[in-house]
């Protein structure tokens, strides 16, 4: 059964263009951060924001998205995926959005108060992700 020919009744899962997607998310909240390190795949949650169409989220210095997301070349990227979603258990529905594209430390200014890390601590570092896709998808019972 594809997306499109799901009877009445039955889950259905369709895809989101690209402003369906940033407008779910532009909200902000927790998001989850996926990139490949030494050691292989990783997956972290982080509190974001969006600003100017781009994901934006704090770190700790010396901490796995600080050494990691280095390249070590200037203007080279490293490549990451990110991914937000909203399940509701109970009617089985949802949605979930993946913006991919480069990390970048951000060193001049950024709005501070942007982002409220949960963890707390001295989280001083910056990360914006500049999307190169953004992708998205629902489901739900029609």
Same mark, same amino acid.
């Given at each position: 059964?594809?997306?499109? +020919? ?7 899962? +369709? =895809?989101?263009? /690209? ?8 909200? $902000? ?19 974001? +924001? @969006? ?14 998205? &600080? ?5 070590? @070349? ?11 979603? /909203? %399940? ?12 991919? $594209?480069?990390?970048?430390? %951000? +060193?001049? &200014?950024?709005? =501070? ?7 707390? $601590?001295?989280?001083?570092?910056? @990360? ?10 629902? %489901?739900? /019972?029609?």
């Amino acid at each position: 059964m594809t997306e499109d +020919t799901a009877p009445a009744g039955m889950p259905r899962l +369709t =895809k989101l263009d /690209h402003e369906e997607c940033l407008r779910l998310i532009s909200p $902000g909240g927790v998001g989850r951060v996926a990139f490949n390190n030494p050691a292989g795949p990783v997956v972290l949650p982080v509190n974001y +924001t @969006i600003e100017q169409g781009a994901v934006l989220f704090r770190t700790a210095l010396g901490g796995p998205m &600080d050494s990691d997301l280095r390249t070590g @070349i200037e203007g080279a990227d490293f490549m990451v995926a990110f991914e937000v979603d /909203h %399940i509701d258990e109970s009617t089985r529905e949802g949605w979930s959005v993946l913006v991919r $594209g480069g990390a970048h430390h %951000i +060193t001049g &200014d950024v709005n =501070k108060s942007a982002v409220e890390s949960w963890p707390g $601590g001295d989280r001083p570092l910056y @990360i914006r992700i500049s999307p190169n896709e953004v992708s998205g998808r629902r %489901i739900q /019972h029609m």
